[in-house]
């Protein structure tokens, strides 16, 4: 059974990191590309990062220079370190796997999602 659980999430004030994980299991982690999506209340789900199993890495323009992402293969974990936090990162977090990303902020090249973890900024 195919699952993905993000935590990290938290309260943090404007200028604020956080690191987000994502703990994967029930699949070949080495073969598929891991993505962070957000979606904050009343707008669509957003692509954030990817990092695909070449470990080559795609950023929203929003967060570039801000987020970085990160795999840590032995323990199946991706990482989502934010820095520079803004009110309007504000947003439930996901990650997703996906086999064959062509477009890492798709929402539609993942199969499997995470529940999520709530990330709030205060300003």
């Known amino acids: 059974e195919v699952q993905l659980v993000e935590s990290g999430g938290g309260l943090v004030q404007a200028g604020g990191s956080l690191r987000l994980s994502c703990a994967a299991s029930?699949?070949?982690?080495?073969?598929?590309?891991i993505g962070w999506f957000r979606q904050a209340p009343g707008k669509e789900r957003e692509g954030v990062s990817c990092?695909?199993?070449?470990?080559?890495?795609y950023y929203a323009d929003s967060v570039k220079g801000r987020f970085t992402i990160s795999s840590d293969n032995a323990k199946n974990t991706v990482y989502l370190q934010m820095n520079s936090l803004k009110p309007e990162d504000t947003a439930v977090y996901y990650c997703?796997?996906?086999?064959?990303?062509?477009?890492?902020?798709?929402?539609?090249?993942?199969?499997?999602w995470g529940q999520g973890t709530q990330v709030t900024v205060s300003s």
């Open positions: 997703a796997a996906g086999r064959w990303v062509l477009r890492p902020g798709r929402n539609d090249e993942y199969a499997s």
């Open positions: 029930g699949f070949a982690f080495d073969d598929y590309a």
């Open positions: 990092i695909n199993s070449d470990g080559s890495t």
